[in-house]
Each structure stands twice: as C-alpha cells, then as structure tokens.
C-alpha cells in the first residue's frame, strides 16, 4: 500500500516537473504557445482541441526557417510560394491570377491559379503567426478557405458565410496562428466548380516545431484533373464525369519530374487531391510503404498502415513514407486507367479483336479522316491525324521504347551513392547483369521443360472457356 501511494506521489511530481520544464522551454523562446501536437499521449483527445483554442490567441513562436527549423519539401513542375517576416510575422503574398499552362508538349491551355503557377505550396511551421495578402486579379469574385487548418472562424474564407468575397483588383488579408501541424490545403470558396476546375488548388504544409523523427526526401504533389477538349484552350468547368487530362502539379506524363532520392533514405510523399470529382489509388511499385498521415494531422505509429496503393479521395491529402533500399526507376501512377491517358476520347466502339476488313476504305469515302483502330489493342502511338493543341494518349520515350502511359504518371528514382537531385537519368543503363526480363534463351527453354509451340491446356472447370460458342 505504501508503496503504491509512493508510486503515485513520485510519479505526479515528475509530471509536474516535466510540465514546469516544458513552460520555462517556451517562455525562454519568448512565446507561450503551448506545445499542443506531436506530444504522443493528446492525438485527438478534447485536452488538445482546449489547447488549439487558446492557441489562435497566443502570442506566437518565432517564425520557422528552412533547413534550420525544417527540411523544405520538394514540389516538382511547381514551386513553394515566398516569403518575408515582418516583426515576428510570416507575410505571404498570393496573386489569384489567369496565365497559359503547358500540361505536355503540344497541349495547352489558359487556367486560373496562383502567381502563375498552378498547385504552388504554401510552407510553414507550427506555432508562428501568418498573414496572407490575397490580390484577385481574376475577372470574378474569389476568396481562399484554409483547408484543415485551425483558424478563427472569419478566416475561413467562406464567401457569404465567414467574408464579403474579394472583388476583382481587390486584396484582403488573413493573418492567424498556426497551431496545429500537418499536410493542409487551400482553395477557393466561391464559385468553386469554376475555379477549382480551372486549376485553383494547393498544398498548405505546416511542419512540426519538434518533429519525432526526420526524413531525407520530403516531396509534395497535388493531383488534379481537368476536361479539355481536344483543339480548344480553356478547361471545361461544366464537365462533370469525361474527365481527359490528368496532372501531377499542372503536369502530364512525360512533363512530370521524377522523384530523386539515394538509396537508403527516408521518403516521404505527400498527396493532395482537390480534383473536381474523381478519387485517385495512387501505386508505387516495389515498395510497401506506411500511410502516416492525412489533411487530419499525423497519424499515431501504431494507425500507420502497409499498402502499396492509397486512395486520395477528393478533398483529402495522404502523406506516404518507405524507406528507399532498392535502387530503381519505380513508376508511381494512379492506378485507374484512364488517369493514366491524356485526351482518350471515349466515344469509340469497341473494336478489340474486330477484323475490319476493307471498313477504312468504306468509311473514307464518307469522312476523309476517317481511321479504323484499336482492333489489336491500343499500345502502340496513333499517328492519325489530330487538330491542333492535342496530345491524344502521349506517353514518353524510355530506355526500352516507348512507354505508352500519360497523365498521372512520375517516377521514383533511386539510386545508389548519388550526391546530387538532379536528372540521375535511366536505371537501365545501371541495371546488373541478369536483372531485367529478356526473350528466354534456348537453354532455358530446354531445361525447364517448356515448350512456346506446345500451349498448356486450360485447366478444366465449370467456367472452362471450351465451353464458350465460337
Ligand atoms: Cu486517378
């Protein structure tokens, strides 16, 4: 009993003795922020919503710096927005502005976004104070909503609810504390269908003041879709299910940057979806990595999930980590497969295994341009004739040919020893001896038993294909 009541008494008074420690930590920095996230024992308990609270009042941290308070991330095709402190204040400057965005050589077209950039992140830290100058230089109303950040409830930016709208040529100014850390985002919340359809989205990451553990590689990628028809120059903001172009950061594949890491680092990838309308699984190959977070904060370790696909559903972000120990160019994709296409028309009938004959010729009479396809598959690049500013089905040149996929397509390339980011080129030309699939060699054949001019007999069965009417 004495014992236990000891316990106790020693184990509340190192309680309080760490909470005193924590306070004299902070008050020494000037501020009296509470430390609110990354404490392990608060995730999502009402303590921590108490503490955000009072934290929208406090007064501020000093303002976090790169790569003394935080690894920037990397935002490839895209770019972080600038900054400047005035007086202990981090001051953005966000220009809501027309200007031509090329998605892939080729294929153009006019979008709305940021200081002409489309999904530029917005970067900071946990517990210092911002200000955000919003000038609209758009022919219509706007305003940004701070998507999963903790703000007072007039800095939300929900035109008509929480703000007047910004008129055209007009600026207005957020400014809050940053009180809880996490993969954030911000869009327009005015005629949203509009302007998020033209291109008006972006990462808003917020970095721990004391993260738990650091990475080496810390990439940022907002994944859009758009609908533009083929010879035009303006998405379609009306579409609302044939969507036909789809980006990584503005960007089509092959225009998307790779992912560059050296062997044995820590990765991490952060994926925000602010898509129109669509969901997207987005697969890495070789590697299982861990989902670790969302627009909701960082997970706690033990919620950390293996997958090899995380859906993004729209309105979200996920935050993925592995860790790099097998050098490659690993693709990493949205596994729909129309996302990987660009300006796929869908209106085709079927043709797979179609023998069409003469049919060219017939229809030619008809409509000149006419070009039968796709009875042996669609794998191979068109060549028919396309009006201007298209990119019908682009895909890019490889080390072995062509890779037949566009849109939502990166790749994350690993390699071992390497002192700089920059273009690593192909891993094939790295490949060890006897690590890439090649035509079977004789020998092989001949000793394993398997003969290509012999097809194995289906396995009879209730479903067995002999049984189809041919
Ligand atoms: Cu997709």
Redesign the pocket.
């Known amino acids: 009993m004495n014992d236990k009541i000891n316990r106790r008494t020693v184990l509340a008074s190192s309680a309080a003795l760490a909470a005193g420690a924590v306070f004299k930590a902070t008050a020494a920095q000037g501020a009296s922020l509470p430390p609110v996230a990354h404490e392990g024992a608060s995730y999502g308990n009402r303590d921590r919503s108490a503490a955000h609270a009072r934290a929208l009042w406090a007064r501020p941290l000093p303002p976090g710096l790169p790569n003394r308070d935080y690894l920037p991330v990397v935002a490839p095709n895209t770019g972080t927005l600038p900054f400047k402190i005035v007086d202990g204040v981090k001051v953005f400057h966000m220009v809501a502005m027309e200007f031509w965005n090329e998605f892939v050589p080729g294929l153009k077209a006019l979008v709305w976004g940021y200081n002409g950039m489309l999904n530029p992140v917005l970067e900071a830290v946990e517990g210092e104070r911002v200000r955000i100058y919003v000038t609209n230089r758009l022919p219509e109303k706007t305003t940004v909503h701070w998507h999963g950040v903790y703000v007072d409830n007039g800095m939300d930016g929900v035109g008509g609810l929480t703000q007047y709208p910004i008129p055209p040529g007009e600026t207005f100014k957020y400014e809050f504390n940053l009180v809880e850390p996490g993969t954030k985002m911000y869009h327009p919340h005015y005629d949203e269908m509009t302007q998020i359809a033209l291109g008006m989205t972006g990462l808003f990451i917020i970095h721990p003041r004391r993260p738990r553990y650091r990475v080496d590689r810390d990439f940022a990628i907002m994944l859009h879709e758009w609908s533009i028809v083929p010879g035009t120059y303006r998405p379609n903001p009306l579409e609302m299910s044939d969507f036909n172009v789809?980006t990584m950061n503005g960007k089509s594949f092959p225009s998307t940057h790779p992912l560059v890491a050296r062997t044995g680092q820590r990765v991490r990838i952060r994926l925000g979806n602010l898509g129109p309308m669509?969901h997207?699984p987005i697969h890495l190959h070789n590697y299982s990595f861990q989902v670790v977070g969302s627009d909701g904060g960082d997970y706690p370790p033990s919620a950390w999930q293996p997958e090899t696909t995380v859906l993004v559903p729209v309105g979200t972000t996920r935050v993925i980590e592995l860790d790099a120990s097998n050098p490659g160019d690993w693709a990493m994709h949205?596994h729909?497969t129309h996302?990987t296409m660009t300006q796929m028309g869908h209106q085709f009938g079927n043709m797979i295994g179609v023998k069409p004959g003469n049919l060219g010729q017939k229809m030619r009479q008809l409509l000149p341009q006419y070009m039968t396809m796709g009875q042996d598959g669609m794998g191979s690049p068109m060549g028919m004739p396309t009006p201007a500013n298209t990119a019908p089905m682009e895909g890019g040149k490889g080390p072995y040919g062509f890779i037949n996929m566009g849109g939502?397509f990166t790749i994350l390339k690993v390699r071992d020893g390497i002192t700089s980011y920059d273009d690593v080129g192909w891993y094939a030309s790295e490949a060890p001896k006897g690590t890439v699939a090649e035509p079977a060699q004789q020998r092989d054949l001949h000793r394993d038993g398997i003969n290509p001019e012999n097809i194995p007999a289906p396995i009879p069965g209730p479903s067995s294909p002999a049984a189809l009417p041919m």
């Open positions: 789809f669509d997207h949205c729909m996302h939502m």
